[in-house]
């Protein structure tokens, strides 16, 4: 049973539009959530995350939006750049095991200039 | 900072050999490592959690026997697939934690194993 969803294996954007990554978890013990970008080859690296207290994280470019009710967060990437292309992994964890992560299966992000 | 290696990235091996997978902090003591596994468009799915000087905690599903860990050091924990068997190839990832928060977990960058 797969916790934490991406439901959404691969998307692709113009240079310069906004990508938006999506992500679903069913687990309302989850109170904290992060992004992870990898490219391949590499581990994933942490790119930015959310506290279930908040709705909303900004971090330059990249913002991430929780709407707890429906169990949803989504990444939004503005503007998007061709750098950007990787996978994209949404991971949650919660309060009692504060170091556990459950990943989603990611969404490949394609960047055309 | 906050660098973690992985040795080796890509392993070729016989069925019913072991194999090693070390997993090292370069630049900082992690007193807790992880160690994951994912399949070709799947999730990293936790395996194992490693804390140095004690017997690690696996998952449930995971076969104690068969994937030993040991994490002997600050900086090093291993790996080690027993008796490996074509359906244990796989990509395994390791994470070291430098605190207590979720964020603070630096992943190495995985190593590809092929059992034939």
């Known amino acids: 049973d797969q916790q934490v969803k991406q439901n959404s294996p691969s998307l692709s954007v113009q240079e310069g539009r906004i990508s938006i990554l999506n992500c679903d978890y069913t687990?309302?013990?989850?109170?904290?959530f992060l992004w992870y970008k990898k490219y391949p080859a590499e581990g994933p690296t942490f790119l930015i995350s959310?506290?279930?207290?908040?709705d909303k994280n900004e971090d330059g470019r990249f913002t991430v939006f929780l709407n707890k009710s429906a169990k949803h967060l989504s990444l939004h990437i503005v503007p998007s750049q061709p750098g950007d292309s990787a996978v994209y992994f949404c991971?949650?964890?919660?309060?009692?095991?504060?170091?556990?992560?459950?990943f989603g299966s990611g969404t490949q992000l394609t960047v055309l200039p | 900072g906050a660098v973690v290696s992985q040795h080796p990235s890509w392993v070729i091996c016989k069925s019913g050999t072991s194999v090693k997978i070390e997993c090292r902090s370069l630049?900082?003591?992690?007193?807790?490592m992880f160690w994951y596994r994912q399949f070709p468009k799947q999730s990293l799915m936790l395996m194992a959690t490693?804390?140095?000087?004690?017997?690690?905690?696996?998952e449930q599903g995971v076969e104690k026997d068969k994937f030993l860990i040991n994490h002997a050091s600050l900086t090093l924990s291993t790996l080690t697939v027993t008796s490996a068997h074509p359906e244990d190839s796989s990509f395994y990832i390791c994470?070291?934690?430098?605190?207590?928060?979720?964020?603070?977990?630096?992943f190495g960058p995985g190593t590809r194993l092929t059992v034939t």
């Open positions: 959310i506290s279930s207290i908040k």
């Open positions: 994470s070291a934690s430098t605190g207590t928060a979720a964020y603070e977990q630096y």
């Open positions: 630049d900082f003591q992690a007193t807790t």
């Open positions: 490693s804390n140095e000087g004690s017997k690690a905690t696996y």
């Open positions: 687990n309302s013990m989850f109170d904290y």
């Open positions: 991971a949650a964890s919660a309060m009692s095991s504060a170091r556990q992560l459950t």
